[in-house]
């Protein structure tokens, strides 16, 4: 049997934006047998998805963690006789190593000397969608299907609101705060958007109960599901959902891939020309881009919702 070995860590914004390249991977080796190297985050959903057989667990450990690289080499090694082809399409520093590390299978990424190289200098300034499709053509794979998403979509809901309702996204990476629209302003969209009576839902972490206070304070009638949504509820959530408002983070591209109308509003920090969620069939969500996101006025994004 074929064996094949697909490489993508994180974050969940990029896992998303790679289902179109997995799907095509799938499509491509109908027979094979498909394993996903990833992060413990996502192994879950890879388990959930139609597109591997088996998920391995990389950890991301330090290079002189012997047992750990132990560990990662066996499974990048495979089965007897190894992987038939590698998709690396997370295409760092560190899983370019892993080519060697695997004994220099026949290879899609930019590891130096492998088979199947993404050969165009403009990868880095490609977005991530359009840069996986180049990639894969180059392999051999000449297309990337709409990804079927009803395995993601379809379990059941947590408690919501009547709808209509919109899903509010307030968070965004910890570490980088400029990435985050204030709450205060999520809260008056919130009071418009009852206005037009559509109820709002916030979704993200626990380190986003303050947010979703300060909004419930300007809209009494926000539900607060900060923390207590899975992947998919946030999937099946979004896709039932009017609209999706959000900061550039990961459950804004799982609400764009799901078919929600999506507003992501980005800063400085990042740029959508790279990392922009996408919808279903590759069109790309609403994007505001304000420098410095305190400077995006509520009337900008109300203005933007259908």
Excluded at 20 to 40: G, K, M
Excluded at 142 to 148: H, Q
Excluded at 184 to 204: D, P
Excluded at 233 to 243: E, K, M, N
Aim: hydrophobic content about 45%; overall charge positive; glycine content about 8%.
């Amino acid at each position: 049997m074929t064996q094949v070995l697909v490489i993508r860590l994180g974050a969940l914004g990029d896992f998303v934006l790679s289902f179109p390249a997995f799907a095509a991977i799938r499509a491509h080796h109908p027979d094979a047998r498909i394993t996903l190297l990833t992060t413990p985050p996502y192994a879950d959903l890879a388990r959930r998805s139609p597109w591997f057989d088996a998920i391995g667990l990389d950890e991301r450990s330090r290079w002189w963690n012997l047992r750990a690289m132990a560990r990662l080499r066996a499974t990048l090694r495979g089965p007897a006789g190894g992987f038939n082809m590698v998709y690396d399409l997370q295409t760092s520093r560190r899983t370019t190593r892993y080519y060697f590390i695997a004994g220099r299978p026949p290879w899609s990424g930019i590891a130096p000397g492998c088979s199947h190289p993404h050969a165009n200098w403009r990868r880095d300034s490609m977005h991530t969608l359009e840069r996986q499709r180049d990639q894969l053509r180059m392999a051999g794979i000449a297309d990337l299907p709409r990804p079927a998403l009803g395995w993601l979509t379809g379990g059941p809901l947590p408690d919501l609101p009547p709808r209509p309702y919109a899903v509010l996204v307030p968070g965004a990476s910890p570490h980088r705060p400029a990435k985050r629209w204030p709450p205060e302003r999520f809260g008056a969209l919130a009071s418009r958007l009852m206005e037009r009576g559509i109820n709002s839902v916030i979704i993200g972490g626990r380190e986003e109960a303050r947010a979703a206070a300060i909004i419930q304070a300007d809209s009494p009638d926000a539900v607060d599901l900060t923390g207590s949504t899975t992947i998919p509820d946030i999937a099946a959530i979004a896709a039932r959902a009017r609209v999706a408002v959000g900061n550039d983070t990961g459950p804004m591209h799982l609400a764009a891939a799901v078919g929600c109308h999506s507003v992501v509003l980005f800063s400085a920090e990042s740029d959508p020309a790279l990392t922009a969620p996408r919808g279903p069939n590759g069109g790309w969500a609403t994007v505001l881009h304000a420098p410095d996101l305190s400077d995006l006025p509520v009337e900008r994004v109300a203005a933007a919702l259908p």
